[in-house]
C-alpha cells in the first residue's frame, strides 16, 4: 500500500548533514552517573537503593508502582552515593540516584545471549519483558512501552509501523540504529508479532535516508522474511515533510485510518513504535538487558563534532560535550530532543535518560529571537491538526485559558510545524505547553 500525503506540515531546515554520515560511537563509562526516577510519562518510579549500596549493572532501582510507570535500572557496577531531589530539564523536581561508578567492573560485565523460541511467547510475556526492563517510547514521548502493548481484550489489533520518519530537524540516532542494526530491529518486531499476529508489519522511513531503507530490505532477505507463510514485511518511503513522524500522523498516512481526537492508537488497531524502543525490546528478550543506554544525536552549529552516541543512562551531558570536542562560545541555546519538540536546556548539568534523543547546541543563526505577531496565518496553514496555533498562544499570553481550552487546545499535539513557520519567531509552541499545564494544575 502506498502512503498518502500528511494535511500541513513544514519543510524546516533539516540540518542532519551535520551528523547523520557518522558511526554511532560508544561514549567512555562515567565515573558518576546521576539517574533519574522520572524519565518517563506518568508517577515517578520508587527508589529501591540507598546511600552505601553496592549496585551491579541492570539492577533495580527504582520500582513501577503504578500502571503509567517505569522501572529504572543500574547501568553500572558501582556504589550509590546518594538518593537526591533535582530538577528535570523541564525544571520539575524527582528522585535522582547518584552512583559512584566502578568502572572496571562495568566494562567487564557481558549480557548473555539467551535463546528465545518464538512459538512459545504471547502477548502477556512480550509485556512482561516490556515493564521488567522498564521500556518506555524512545523517539522522545516516553510512554511505558508494556501499557501500549496491553491493550483491551476486545481490541483487535493488525498493523505494526515502526516509526522511522525521523522528520525532527539535525536528529539522526534513529537513521543511524536503522543502518547499523536494521536485523535486531527486526527481531523486535517479530517478537511483537509473535504476540499479537499483526496481519501487516510496516518498516516507514522518510525518503531522505535512503541507506537506511536499503539496509532494512536488505536485512529482510538476510533474515528470509519474503517468504509468503509469514506476516509480509514492508517497507515504506514517506514523502519529507514535518512531523511525518507524530504517531496519528503516521497512521494516517500509512493506513488511511484517523485516531480519533483523546484515543489511542489500538483503537484503530494499530501499534507504532520507535526503532531504538524496538531495539530494546530485543536486547531485553535475547539478552535479560533493561533500558540502560540509548544513542543520542549530539548536534548543532554550537559544537565542534557532532557525533550519534551510544551512551548510558545517567551520563552527564558534560562527558557527551568532552567526547565531541567542545562547545563553541557562540552558541545562544542549548535543546534537549529536537528543535521542534525539544526543550531549551537552563544549563548543563543534566544527563542522557531514556528519552533523550539530541542534544542541539545552536547559534543565533540557527535560533533567532521573537518579534510581534504579523498576522500572515502561516501557523494556521501548517497546522495538520487545522488549529488557530496564533489564537491558542496569544490566549495564553493574556492568561485567557478557558478560551484557549474552548479553541481545542487538547488537540495540539506540540509538534512544532506553527512555531517553525512563523516569521515572528514567536514560541507558539511553549505557550501552547504553558497554557495546557495552568488548565492541568488548576484543574480548569
Ligand atoms: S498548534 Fe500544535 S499541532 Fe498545530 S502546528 Fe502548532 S504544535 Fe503542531
Ligand atoms: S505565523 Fe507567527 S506571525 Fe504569522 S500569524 Fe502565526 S503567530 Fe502570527
Redesign the pocket.
Known amino acids: 500500500m502506498l502512503a498518502s500525503r500528511i494535511r ?1 506540515g513544514v519543510h524546516p531546515a533539516y540540518r542532519k548533514e551535520l551528523a547523520s554520515g557518522q558511526p554511532i560511537e560508544t561514549a567512555p563509562t562515567p565515573e558518576r552517573v546521576d539517574i533519574p526516577l522520572a524519565q518517563h510519562l506518568g508517577v515517578p518510579a520508587t527508589a529501591k537503593v540507598a546511600r552505601g549500596d553496592e549496585v551491579a549493572p541492570g539492577d533495580l532501582i527504582g520500582e513501577a508502582t503504578k500502571l503509567i510507570c517505569a522501572n529504572v535500572h543500574s547501568p553500572v557496577a558501582g556504589k550509590v552515593r546518594a538518593v537526591v531531589q533535582k530538577p528535570l530539564p523541564g525544571g520539575r523536581l524527582c528522585d535522582y540516584v547518584e552512583i559512584q561508578v566502578d568502572r572496571e567492573a562495568t566494562d567487564a560485565h557481558i549480557w548473555e545471549r539467551q535463546d528465545i523460541d518464538l512459538d512459545k511467547i504471547d502477548q502477556k510475556w512480550v509485556a512482561a519483558t516490556l515493564r521488567g526492563a522498564g521500556i518506555v517510547g524512545m523517539g522522545g514521548a516516553t510512554f511505558p512501552t508494556d501499557v501500549k502493548f496491553s491493550p483491551p481484550p476486545n481490541a483487535s489489533l493488525d498493523t505494526l509501523i515502526l516509526n522511522g520518519a525521523e522528520c525532527e530537524p539535525y536528529l539522526s540516532c534513529d537513521h543511524r540504529m536503522m543502518v547499523e542494526h536494521a536485523e535486531e530491529l527486526l527481531h523486535g518486531m517479530l517478537l511483537a508479532d509473535a504476540a499479537f499476529a499483526f496481519s501487516r508489519l510496516v518498516i516507514a522511513i522518510e525518503k531522505n535516508k535512503p541507506d537506511a531503507i536499503a539496509a532494512f530490505n536488505a536485512a529482510i532477505d538476510a533474515l528470509g522474511l519474503r517468504n509468503a507463510a509469514r506476516t509480509p514485511v514492508e517497507v515504506i518511503g514517506l514523502d519529507v515533510r514535518y ?1 511525518q513522524g507524530a504517531e496519528k500522523v503516521l497512521i494516517k498516512v500509512v493506513t488511511g485510518r484517523t485516531v480519533p481526537a483523546g484515543k489511542l492508537p489500538f483503537e484503530v488497531g494499530v501499534v507504532v513504535s520507535n526503532g531504538q524502543t524496538l531495539f530494546a525490546l530485543y536486547e531485553a528478550a535475547y539478552f535479560g538487558k533493561p533500558l540502560v543506554d540509548r544513542v543520542v544525536t549530539v548536534s548543532g552549529e554550537g559544537i565542534e563534532r557532532p557525533k550519534n552516541i551510544r551512551a548510558l543512562i545517567g551520563t552527564p551531558v558534560a562527558d557527551l560535550i568532552q567526547l565531541c570536542g567542545g562547545v563553541d562560545p557562540a552558541t545562544t541555546k542549548v535543546i534537549a530532543g529536537g528543535p521542534m519538540t525539544g526543550t531549551a536546556l537552563p544549563s548543563l548539568d543534566y544527563v542522557v535518560t531514556k528519552g533523550l534523543s539530541g542534544l542541539l547546541f545552536l547559534t543565533q543563526s540557527e535560533y533567532p529571537s521573537e518579534s510581534p505577531c504579523i498576522r500572515c496565518g502561516s ?1 494556521v496553514e ?4 487545522g ?1 488557530m ?1 496564533l489564537k ?1 498562544a496569544a490566549y495564553a499570553k493574556a492568561g485567557k485559558f478557558e478560551l484557549a481550552k474552548a479553541t481545542n487546545l487538547a ?9 517553525w513557520a512563523c516569521p515572528a519567531n514567536i514560541q ?2 511553549s505557550w ?1 505547553k504553558y497554557a495546557k499545564n495552568y488548565i492541568r494544575v488548576k484543574g480548569l
Open positions: 500541513g512531523p501557523c501548517v497546522c495538520p491538526m488549529l496555533p491558542l488537540d495540539c499535539f506540540e509538534c512544532g510545524s506553527c512555531a507558539i509552541v501552547i
